[in-house]
């Protein structure tokens, strides 16, 4: 009652309402015309069904980038698989309302939530109907009914998730629907074989105790799941810091890192990366220049012209960060992002001289995000470039410095940003006209790194 007493209406914009209610109404619609199960079941059951799935969902543990990981899918499924009627429909949706409202979610997210599992189960429901031999288990064709149930389940979420999502304006169709589809592989694989399991067991001289019982190694490999990302966090966090005493060496470049990331993170999703790459991505933004921790003030902030030696020195920071990074093993991938965000297209950068798609395209990706950014934005040695200017070179470097593709994703994403008015993007597309970054020092265009000439 609390619960209700606090809800207030979020500021959704209105279409959003309008779909909550259109799904709700459409789910509500579908379960009272479901078939009823063909046996009877006992309200304790139901109840015990119901508590599972409320407890396995509010144990869902929150991974970055990645979502809510839980193990509902295989309770959900073989719910559906041991009671194939209206029932099960009804009981999980009320399970997922319950435990949205736990973890203290909006009612009417909650309430959406619910419609979600309803309409996902109602045609699981339909296959298992279709293809289910009766009653017990019958091995291999209820195998084959519960995973096509279960696929069809993910199937449906995705495309009413993203119907939310879509109206939020946040994505497009296309990147929704490929990092949905990314992200379904696992859980599927993972889950489907329990669920299985759940039925062949209610169908054993165990019973309910059986099912109930999977609660244990499921609470285990929660808390298991638990201490990696904490442990993933703590390594995460030694990074940051780093990364945060680089600011802290060089005042001009303070922010650079962190705005990076997030062009980065955003020009990766345009071109449709999966949700982890797209994470890696987003550390090698951050992380980038991490090897210039490694080199001496005298030769970052040096506003003469560099000699061959001292170019050579401070180029080694791409190297030296990646080799920072590279022990801790979750960044080892960004760690490579990191030692080749210097490599040109064509060819003519370093410290490979890689060309084309031999350069990770996380690497690819900074590159053009870097050179956006330090174009755009005041140093010691010059003004920021007008935003135009700036683009214009990007695309003049198309080809020779940077992907191409990189470049076209990158132009879309400043032009949703200054559509959506976000206020770096805006603030870079509105500096006015300055000194052209060919007359700065070559130590002020290695530490840029952001010229369509040849350094
Ligand atoms: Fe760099």
């Known amino acids: 009652m609390r619960l209700l007493a606090s809800w207030r209406p979020r500021p959704h914009p209105i279409p959003v309402w309008v779909y909550i209610a259109t799904v709700t109404g459409v789910a509500i619609v579908l379960t009272l015309n479901a078939p009823l199960a063909d046996q009877s079941i006992s309200v304790l ?33 073989a719910t559906v698989g041991v009671i194939a009627g209206r029932e099960a429909v009804i009981v999980m949706a009320l399970a997922m309302v319950a435990a949205k409202l736990l973890r203290r979610q909006p009612v009417e997210i909650s309430v959406l939530n619910g419609a979600f599992a309803a309409i996902e189960l109602g045609a699981a429901l339909q296959v298992i109907r279709l293809l289910r031999v009766g009653q017990g288990f019958a091995y291999p064709e209820d195998l084959v009914a519960l995973f096509l149930a279960g696929g069809v389940k993910l199937v449906v979420n995705i495309f009413l998730v993203n119907g939310i999502i879509l109206l939020d304006g946040k994505t497009n169709l296309r990147t929704a629907l490929r990092s949905g ?16 399991l759940m039925v062949v067991i209610y169908y054993s001289p165990a019973r309910m105790i ?31 810091a780093l990364a945060a005493a680089l600011d802290a060496k060089d005042s001009y470049s303070k922010g650079h890192s962190d ?15 999966r949700a982890g790459k797209v994470e890696e991505i987003e550390y090698a933004g951050r992380l980038h220049d991490i090897g210039k921790i490694g080199v001496p003030d005298a ?7 560099l000699t061959a030696e001292e170019l050579s020195r401070v180029r080694q920071h791409a190297t ?31 410290p490979g001289g890689l060309r084309e ?45 940077f992907d191409p593709r990189v470049v076209e994703a990158f132009t879309k994403v400043l032009a949703r940003r200054q559509a959506e008015g976000s206020s770096s993007s805006t603030a870079a597309l509105t500096v006015p006209p300055s000194s052209s970054l060919l007359s700065a ?10 010229t369509t000439e040849k350094k």
Request: aromatic share 8%; hydrophobic share 50%.
């Open 45 to 77: 059951e139901l109840l015990l069904f119901l508590i599972l799935a409320a407890v396995v969902e509010t144990m869902a543990v929150r991974v970055p980038n990645l979502g809510a990981v839980s193990a509902t899918l295989a309770v959900q499924v």
């Open 181 to 196: 589809l990314g992200s379904i592989l696992v859980p599927y694989v993972a889950l489907m074989p329990m669920a299985c």
């Open 210 to 240: 059986g099912i109930l019982l999977f609660l244990v190694p499921l609470l285990f490999a929660r808390y298991s799941f638990l201490a990696y990302l904490e442990l993933r966090q703590s390594h995460l966090e030694t990074v940051e």
């Open 259 to 273: 705005r990076v990331a997030k062009l980065a993170k955003e020009t990766a999703e345009v071109m449709g990366l």
């Open 299 to 305: 030769l970052l902030n040096k506003p003469g012209p």
């Open 320 to 350: 030296l960060g990646a080799d920072m990074i590279k022990p801790v093993s979750f960044l080892r991938n960004v760690a490579e992002i990191v030692r080749y965000h210097h490599e040109w297209y064509d060819g003519g950068g370093y």
């Open 357 to 401: 798609e031999q350069i990770p395209i996380g690497a690819r990706i900074l590159a053009v995000c870097d050179a956006w950014d330090a174009m755009t934005t005041d140093r010691s040695y010059r003004r920021a470039l007008d935003p135009q200017e700036a683009l214009q070179r990007l695309r003049a470097g198309a080809g020779t410095q």
């Open 441 to 450: 020092s070559p130590a002020a265009v290695e530490q840029a790194a952001a």
